[in-house]
């Protein structure tokens, strides 16, 4: 199975860019899914049609899912539900209210990635079209991998043999609920499915992300934050789509400054992005609900290119040999030195960027060997490690 994600700052544009994508695939002969994993839910708006958290026919070749975060903690992790609306229960919350509020934060990227992962394992579809959350959750969402392997190693091991041991006594004097065997056996499984979502996501031959964007100055600097962290987790950007384009032939003084600007701009995605295939979308006349219109933005978008191809191929990680040393180039644009903390820790290399970090699993050729520098060599972030033992 074919899956690729579409983000961007909210508001761009990017969930009737998705719509449109799967539309012109299911066209096209794939078998296609395109889901929702925004909580604030608008496929089904853009689609023009009811959507609920199951798969629904939409087109022929085509199905749409907007993903329930309520929905699959009730179905798949009951236990996970059962307890925390238990908690809330004990601490004065009616029942109802209680089961309102047992969906954990962050629920809503979890449920999504377990869809994602679910639908390629089924194989019912050639493609999965993935209308992510504005930019920031979707960072989040693909951060959870990370996160559940270092809860895996970290936490969880010891956190569930002390509760094994300290839950006999501490029961009978506190009035909370403590979580039993049950409860962490579902833990882990979460923890061990968000996981295994990593090897999907951050396979190129399967998984790529596309940013969509508008002529806009936030917006752009957006993108780019957005294309570091992606590279820096290690998930390959195939292209940009820039939506709503003025077109030509505007004569009114009002959109001719409008054209000045959305040129100045148009040259700076190009050299930011360069060499990722940059696609344009025009301003439409009318809105883009339907599927008339999607058929009509999405023929804009591609063209003769197939929606389904791997549309650029790179890689954001790589080790070569130089000498004796060893160096791991990491792809990071739009960033100096100075911005980046690295440290080492346990066989991983820590990098630091903003409010993200990433622990990179070292490759087995390079966990005995010290660091012994980095440099910025373009976009590309390059620590050089020593001999072994040295």
Request: with cysteine; hydrophobic share 45%.
């Amino acid at each position: 199975m074919r899956v690729v994600l579409y983000t961007g700052k909210g508001g761009v544009g990017k969930t009737s860019v998705a719509a449109a994508s799967a539309l012109l695939c299911a066209q096209r002969g794939y078998k296609t899914l395109v889901m929702s994993t925004d909580p604030a839910h608008s496929l089904g708006d853009s689609f023009d049609v009811e959507l609920g958290p199951r798969p629904a026919k939409v087109a022929d070749n085509l199905w749409a899912h907007e993903v329930s975060a309520l929905h699959e903690l009730e179905s798949h992790w009951k236990r996970i539900h059962d307890y925390v609306a238990d908690v809330f229960a004990t601490q004065g919350l009616d029942e109802v209210m209680a089961e309102e509020v047992a969906t954990p934060p962050g629920m809503d990227e979890v449920a999504s990635l377990m869809w994602i992962r679910h639908h390629a394992e089924r194989a019912e579809h050639d493609v999965l079209i993935v209308d992510c959350a504005p930019t920031g959750e979707t960072l989040q969402l693909l951060t959870f991998p990370d996160a559940a392997k270092w809860w895996l190693d970290k936490i969880y091991p010891w956190e569930r043999k002390a509760m094994k041991v300290a839950r006999p006594m501490l029961q009978p004097l506190i009035k909370v609920p403590l979580p039993s065997d049950e409860v962490y056996a579902s833990l882990k499984d979460l923890l061990l499915d968000l996981e295994g979502m990593k090897k999907l996501l951050t396979d190129p031959q399967v998984t790529s992300v596309r940013i969509v964007l508008n002529l806009e100055k936030m917006v752009i600097k957006e993108a780019k934050r957005a294309f570091t962290y992606l590279n820096l987790f290690g998930y390959l950007t195939d292209a940009v789509i820039v939506n709503r384009v003025l077109p030509e032939g505007l004569h009114d003084d009002f959109f001719k400054n409008w054209h000045r600007i959305h040129e100045r701009y148009q040259a700076e995605v190009e050299k930011s992005f360069e060499p990722l295939p940059i696609l344009t979308v025009p301003l439409f006349d009318t809105e883009v609900v339907g599927t008339r219109m999607l058929t009509k933005m999405a023929e804009a978008i591609y063209g003769d290119i197939d929606p389904a191809d791997r549309l650029y191929l790179g890689s954001p990680q790589r080790v070569e040999k130089s000498g004796a040393e060893y160096i791991l180039a990491l792809k990071i644009p739009f960033l100096d030195k100075a911005d980046i903390d690295l440290a080492r820790q346990d066989g991983e290399l820590l990098v630091t960027v903003g409010n993200y970090r990433r622990e990179v699993a070292l490759p087995r050729v390079l966990v005995n060997r010290p660091t012994i520098g980095a440099t910025m060599d373009g976009d590309e972030l390059k620590v050089r490690f020593g001999k072994a033992g040295g």
